[in-house]
């Protein structure tokens, strides 16, 4: 099983940047597909990016493509996720994931973080 831990969340205007990462312990990511999920108040929790195992293949939903960008560096044990122009929708706390499949199903992904809160003001 691994660790996650997620950070850089807080709260920004409406427009403006932030950026996540998620630090794994406990065995390489390396092998792993990784994915950033969200959970606002009162919704089911919602696929936002995915990361296959070497970087050469990503995908994101309509509602943040070209917005946000999801990275990883294997030999840091870390996964990032840019999040540009963010909207009042974009509120949610955001989660890491990681799974041995390719697949951006939540239901595939067995190791997740704690969350951490992303608030953006209109």
């Known amino acids: 099983q691994v660790q996650l831990v997620e950070s850089g969340g807080g709260l920004v205007q409406a427009g403006g940047s932030l950026r996540l990462s998620c630090a794994a312990s406990?065995?390489?990511?390396?092998?792993?597909?990784m994915g950033w999920f969200r959970q606002a108040p009162g919704k089911e929790r919602e696929f936002v990016a995915v990361?296959?195992?070497?970087?050469?293949?990503?995908y994101y939903p309509e509602s943040v493509k070209g917005r946000f960008t999801i990275s990883r560096h294997n030999a840091k044990n870390t996964v990032y996720l840019q999040m540009n122009n963010l909207k009042p929708e974009d509120t949610a706390a955001y989660y890491c994931?990681?799974?041995?499949?390719?697949?951006?199903?939540?239901?595939?992904?067995?190791?997740w973080g704690q969350g951490t809160q992303v608030t953006v003001s209109s």
């Open positions: 994931a990681a799974t041995r499949r390719a697949s951006w199903s939540l239901a595939d992904f067995g190791s």
């Open positions: 406990g065995r390489t990511i390396s092998s792993f597909t």
């Open positions: 990361i296959n195992w070497n970087s050469d293949t990503t």
